[in-house]
C-alpha cells in the first residue's frame, strides 16, 4: 500500500525533494503538495533575471502542470494551509480542505523581513520575494521618471537595484554597512563592486541609516535617513533578510528556534514530520541559499526511501552575484582564524582581483571579483579540504594553469617559451627581444634590460618572468637585483612610480590605488596605507577624503603618544612669539587637568606633557579660547619656524627676521609634507636661530636673503646647502613655498629633505625653483591652492565636535572581570 | 564547602554596535582590570585584546590595524588579533591577553564574570 506523504511549499525545496524521491523509488508514495502562491512551481533565485528583463516568468518554471499529472502529484495551488493536526495526522487548508498524512513534510520558506519603520504601509514598498513582488517593481519602474530605494546592499538588494536600474529606473541601494555584500566580500571587492555598480546605474549609499519613509497621498515618496538626508523614490524595495516561516508549526507546538528545528534526519522533534529549506533550523542554522536546499533533499529523499540513515552534515556556502558583466564571488571564510594566509592577486588592466585565504595547509575560503571562472573549482578545494601545498604558487592563476605546470620547474617553463612569446604585455616585448638585447649590449640587470627594451617598466608584473629570462640568458652571471625599493611588502613598485600613477591615472582612494597598482595584501599595512594616504592628499587637494585609520596615531588624534599613553600637547606659537595672556592660558590648562610637565622645546615652544586622551579635546579648546592653534608637533608637517630677534631688537640684525618667520608660518601651517619639516630664519650670519640645521634655513644678510635647504640635525648632523639668494622679502617667501611645494610633489613619504636633496640632487632642484620663474610660479600656486582647505586648525574642528569616537570609550565603565 | 571551584558563568554585556567602531580601527572600555580595546578590520571582524602591547604595555588601541593584526602604536610590534601573539620577528615574545566578544546581530558583547 501506498503511504501519504504531504509537502506543504511548492518552492524550491517541496519540489526539489519530489523530484529527488521519484528518483529513488516512484511508487512509494501517494504525493500531495500545498503552495500558496496560485501558480506551478519556479526558480525563485531566477527571479532577479526575470526583473531586469533577461528571462521571462516562463524560462524559470521549473515543473509545468503536465510534470504534476504525469507523476501522478496532486497539487492544491493557491490554498495555504492553515493548520496541522500532529495527533490526528492531518493538514487543514483554506476552504475547508482536510488531507490526512503518513509522513509530513514542511517546505514553507521563509519570509522577507519588513523593517517595522515608519511609513511601511505605504503604496510603492514592497520586498523581493515573489513574482507578485516583481510585477509591482515592472509597474512602478513604467512610470515617467521612476525612482527606487533599496534598502539593503546585500546579493538580493543588489539584483533587484540592478534589475530596477536595467528597467530605466534611477535606482539607490542604501546599506547600512560601510561595505556592499559584507558577509561575503572584502574590502577591495567590495569597492570594486560599488564601481561597477555605478557604471551600471545603481548609485549606492553606504554606512546609512534608515529612518523614515515618506509618502504623500498614501503613496511613497521618499526615504529619510537618519543623518536627516531624504533620497526621493516612488518605489521603495525592502531588501534586508528573510526570516524562516515556521508559524504552522509553531502553531502544531513543534520545536521551533529561529526556524522549525531538525536533527541530521531533517527529522523535526515528531518523528512523522520533516522541515526543509529555509523554513528549516538545523545545528542552529537557518540557511538562506540554495545549495544547502539540494543538499537537505538529497538527504531527506534518502531517509525516505532505502537510506534511513542518511545525515545531513549542514553545508558550506557559496555565492555567486547574478548582475550581468559583474563577476562576483565568495566562499568558505575569507576573514580566516588563527595562522590564516592571504594569497592576492589583482589585475588593474581586467579589473580582476582575487584572494585565496590558506589555513594548515587547505584553502579555507575565496573572494573574487571581476573573474569568477575559478570559482567553482576553489570551491571543490574548500568543500573536499584537499591539501594545497604543492600548488600554491600557482592556485591564485586558477585550474588551467595549475594543472599545465603541476610538476613543471618555472625557469624551465619560460625556457621552453618561443621567442616570439609575449613576456610584457605592456610593451608588447616579446621573449627573444630581451634575450638579443642582453647578448648584443651586454646587460647584466633588470634595470638596464628595462631601459633597451621597456620590458617590465610599465606595470611591472612580468618583473619575474624578465629575470628569469635574464637568469637563462646570462647563467651564473645573473644576479637578482630590482630597481627602487618597493614602498613596502604589500606591492613591487617603488615610491615613485606610485606617486606618478595616483597622477597620471587619476587615482583617488587608498583601495583605488591598490587595485590599480596590484598590491598584493587585501587592505596594505602600516608601511603603505600612511603613504598613500599622504599621496592622495597631495594630489587631490580639498577632493581627498583623508583616510584617519591610515594615519598614525599621532596624526589621527593630532597629540604626541607618550610611552604611557598619554600624549603631548604644544601649540603653535608663530616663529617663537608668544603672549602673557598665552602664557597665562597655557598655565590655567596646566592647572585644570594635572598636567605633569610643561616643558620648552628646542623649537621655540611650550610642550604640555602626559595628557589622558580622553582630556584632550577640552584642553584644545581652553587654547583654541586664548587664541592659539595646532602646532602640529606631531605631524608628517610644518612644524616651527624657529626665529631670532632680528632688527627690532638686535643690534647685528640686517632684516626683520622675527617677522618673515611669523609670515612663514601663518602661510604654510596645516601642510602635511611627505616627513617632518623644521625651517629657521637667522637675522645675521651669527645664526642664533641655528637656521643651517633645519630642512629650510633662512640667512638675512644686509643685501637679501640666502635660502638654504637639506639641513638635519637628529639621526644625521648635516648643515644646509644654499639654494638662492633673493633680495626681497616676497621673493624669499615665493622661494621657500616653491621648494617646500615640490618637495611634497616628488619626495617619498618618510624622505626628509636632505635625503630628497641627495636623491634628485640639488642642480635639479636649483634648476626648477630658483632658476625657473615659471616653475616656481607654478609651484607656489598649487601650494596656495592646497593651503585652503589644509590651513584649518584640527583642534578647533574637534572641539566642534569632528571624530568625536576617538576620544570617548565605546561603553560606560565595565563593572565585571572579563572572562 | 564544595570543594571544585564554581565554573565562573560568563555574562555577555553589551557594549556597543559593530558601527560604533570605525573599520580598520578600535574602540576602547574601561573596566576596573584595565583598558578593553575592541578592533573592527577591514573584513569587519571583531576582536578583543587587554588595551596593552606585551612589549612596553602600549595601548593596542590606537595602533593601524591591517589585515587580522594591529600595529602598537609605541614600538610597531604586529600583534594577531585574534591570539594577541605578536608576530614575525618579535613572534614568541609574550602575548596581550584576548578578551570572549561576539557579534550578533550587529551588537558585540564581551564575555564578562561577575566580579
Known amino acids: ?819 | 564547602m564544595n570543594a571544585l571551584a564554581p565554573v565562573p558563568e560568563i555574562l555577555w554585556t553589551d557594549v556597543g554596535a559593530v558601527t560604533d567602531i570605525p573599520r580598520q580601527g578600535a574602540r576602547r572600555a574601561p573596566t576596573p582590570q584595565g583598558v578593553i580595546a575592541i578592533f573592527r578590520t577591514g573584513d569587519n571582524e571583531v576582536f578583543a585584546l587587554y588595551d596593552r602591547c606585551p612589549h612596553k604595555q602600549g595601548p593596542l588601541s590606537q595602533g593601524i590595524v591591517h589585515g587580522r593584526t594591529v600595529a602598537c602604536p609605541l614600538h610597531n610590534w604586529i600583534i594577531d588579533l585574534a591570539t594577541g601573539e605578536p608576530t614575525g620577528a618579535d613572534a614568541g615574545k609574550g602575548c596581550a591577553h584576548t578578551v570572549p566578544v561576539e557579534v550578533r546581530d550587529g551588537r558585540i558583547r564581551l564575555g564578562l564574570v561577575a566580579g
Request: charged residues 25%; glycine residues 10%.
Open chain 1, 1 to 819: 500500500m501506498t503511504e501519504k506523504l504531504v509537502i506543504i511549499g511548492n518552492g524550491m525545496a517541496g519540489c526539489r525533494l519530489i523530484e529527488e524521491i521519484l528518483k529513488r523509488d516512484p511508487a512509494r508514495y501517494a504525493i500531495t503538495v500545498f503552495g500558496a502562491e496560485p501558480r506551478v512551481n519556479y526558480n525563485r533565485i531566477m527571479l532577479s533575471p526575470v526583473l531586469a528583463g533577461e528571462k521571462t516568468f516562463a524560462d524559470i518554471v521549473i515543473n509545468d502542470e503536465a510534470w504534476y499529472r504525469d507523476n501522478g502529484i496532486t497539487l492544491h495551488a493557491g490554498r495555504p494551509v492553515i493548520a496541522i493536526d500532529t495527533a490526528a495526522r492531518t493538514v487543514s487548508a483554506e476552504g475547508g480542505l482536510e488531507v490526512a498524512y503518513d509522513r509530513l513534510i514542511l517546505a514553507t520558506g521563509s519570509d522577507p523581513v519588513r523593517l517595522p519603520l515608519p511609513g511601511a504601509d505605504l503604496k510603492g514598498v514592497v520586498t523581493f520575494r515573489d513574482i507578485d513582488d516583481v510585477d509591482a517593481m515592472l509597474a512602478a519602474a513604467r512610470e515617467p521618471d521612476a525612482q527606487a530605494v533599496v534598502i539593503g546592499g546585500g546579493l538580493l538588494g543588489l539584483e533587484a537595484a540592478y534589475g530596477l536600474a536595467r528597467r530605466g529606473m534611477k535606482a539607490t541601494v542604501v546599506h547600512l554597512m560601510d561595505v556592499l555584500m559584507e558577509r561575503q566580500l572584502d574590502e577591495a571587492a567590495g569597492y570594486l563592486l560599488t564601481e561597477a555598480l555605478k557604471a551600471r546605474g545603481v548609485e549606492t549609499v553606504l554606512g546609512a541609516q534608515s529612518e523614515a519613509i515618506l509618502g504623500t497621498d498614501g503613496e511613497v515618496s521618499g526615504l529619510q535617513l537618519k543623518d536627516g538626508r531624504v533620497l526621493p523614490c516612488n518605489l521603495l524595495v525592502m531588501a534586508v533578510g528573510i526570516r524562516p516561516n515556521a508559524a504552522l508549526a509553531r502553531a502544531a507546538e513543534l520545536a521551533v528556534g529561529r526556524g522549525v528545528v531538525v536533527d541530521d534526519q531533517m527529522r523535526t522533534c515528531d518523528p512523522a514530520v520533516f522541515a526543509i529549506g529555509e523554513c528549516a533550523e538545523h545545528r542552529g542554522i537557518a540557511y538562506g541559499l540554495v545549495a544547502p536546499i539540494w543538499d537537505m533533499c538529497r538527504t531527506l529523499a534518502d531517509v525516505l526511501s532505502a537510506g534511513p540513515d542518511a545525515a545531513y552534515q549542514g553545508s558550506m556556502l557559496s555565492t555567486r552575484l547574478k548582475v550581468s558583466g559583474v563577476d562576483v564571488f565568495s566562499a568558505g571564510q575569507f576573514s580566516g582564524g588563527d595562522g590564516c594566509e592571504d594569497l592576492v592577486f589583482r589585475d588593474a588592466g581586467r579589473g580582476v582581483y582575487k584572494r585565496l585565504v590558506l589555513k594548515d595547509g587547505r584553502l579555507a575560503g575565496a573572494v573574487m571579483f571581476g573573474d569568477a571562472a575559478d570559482g567553482n573549482w576553489y570551491f571543490d578545494l574548500m568543500r573536499t579540504g584537499a591539501p594545497v601545498d604543492e600548488i600554491r604558487e600557482t592556485l591564485i592563476f586558477g585550474q588551467a594553469i595549475t594543472e599545465g605546470l603541476r610538476g613543471v620547474d618555472p625557469n624551465a617553463a619560460v625556457a621552453a617559451m618561443a621567442d616570439s612569446a609575449e613576456i610584457c604585455g605592456c610593451n608588447g616585448v616579446c621573449k627573444g627581444q630581451i634575450t638579443a638585447a642582453i647578448v648584443d649590449l651586454h646587460l647584466t640587470n633588470l634595470d638596464s634590460v628595462r631601459a633597451v627594451t621597456k620590458a617590465s617598466a610599465s606595470c611591472g608584473s612580468c618583473t619575474p618572468l624578465v629575470e628569469q629570462v635574464l637568469a637563462l640568458t646570462l647563467g651564473d652571471a645573473f644576479k637578482a637585483e630590482t630597481g627602487p625599493r618597493s614602498v613596502c611588502k604589500c606591492t613591487a613598485h617603488g615610491h615613485g612610480l606610485v606617486r606618478r600613477r595616483i597622477v597620471e591615472d587619476e587615482l583617488k582612494s587608498i583601495p583605488q590605488v591598490m587595485q590599480a597598482l596590484e598590491w598584493k595584501t587585501p587592505d596594505g599595512c602600516p608601511s603603505c596605507r600612511p603613504a598613500l594616504n599622504y599621496y592622495l592628499l597631495c594630489a587631490w587637494p580639498g577632493e581627498y577624503r583623508d583616510d584617519k585609520q591610515s594615519r598614525f596615531v599621532n596624526e589621527r588624534v593630532h597629540a604626541n603618544i607618550q610611552k604611557n599613553g598619554t600624549y603631548s600637547v604644544v601649540p603653535r606659537m608663530w616663529g617663537g612669539l608668544t603672549t602673557p595672556n598665552e602664557l597665562r592660558a597655557i598655565a590655567d590648562v596646566a592647572d585644570e587637568f594635572a598636567i605633569p610637565t610643561v616643558k620648552v622645546t628646542g623649537g621655540q615652544r611650550i610642550d604640555l606633557l602626559g595628557v589622558k586622551k580622553d582630556d584632550l579635546p577640552a584642553v584644545w579648546s581652553r587654547l583654541n579660547a586664548a587664541g592659539m592653534v595646532s602646532g602640529h608637533a606631531y605631524g608628517k608637517a610644518l612644524r616651527t619656524v624657529k626665529t631670532c630677534v632680528g632688527t627690532d631688537w638686535c643690534r647685528f640684525g640686517t632684516q626683520d627676521s622675527t617677522g618673515l618667520g611669523v609670515r612663514i608660518e601663518k602661510f604654510m601651517w596645516g601642510a602635511w609634507t611627505p616627513a617632518k619639516v623644521k625651517m629657521g630664519v637667522s637675522g645675521c650670519p651669527r645664526n642664533c636661530a641655528e637656521a643651517t640645521c633645519k630642512d629650510v634655513g633662512v640667512i638675512c644678510v644686509d643685501s637679501g636673503y640666502e635660502i638654504q635647504i637639506g639641513g638635519a640635525a637628529g639621526l644625521e648632523i648635516r648643515g644646509t646647502e644654499a639654494l638662492t639668494k633673493v633680495a626681497t622679502e616676497a621673493q624669499a617667501i615665493e622661494t621657500i613655498v616653491a621648494v617646500v611645494q615640490l618637495y611634497r610633489e616628488e619626495g617619498f613619504y618618510l624622505e626628509r629633505i636632505y635625503k630628497w636633496m641627495a636623491r634628485v640632487g640639488l642642480e635639479t632642484i636649483k634648476a626648477r625653483v630658483a632658476d625657473d620663474p615659471a616653475e616656481r610660479r607654478a609651484l607656489y600656486d598649487r601650494f596656495a591652492l592646497a593651503q585652503r582647505s589644509a590651513r584649518i586648525d584640527p583642534w578647533a574642528q574637534r572641539v566642534a565636535g569632528r571624530d568625536q569616537d576617538e576620544f570617548n570609550p565605546i561603553s560606560r565603565r565595565l563593572e565585571f572581570a572579563p572572562a
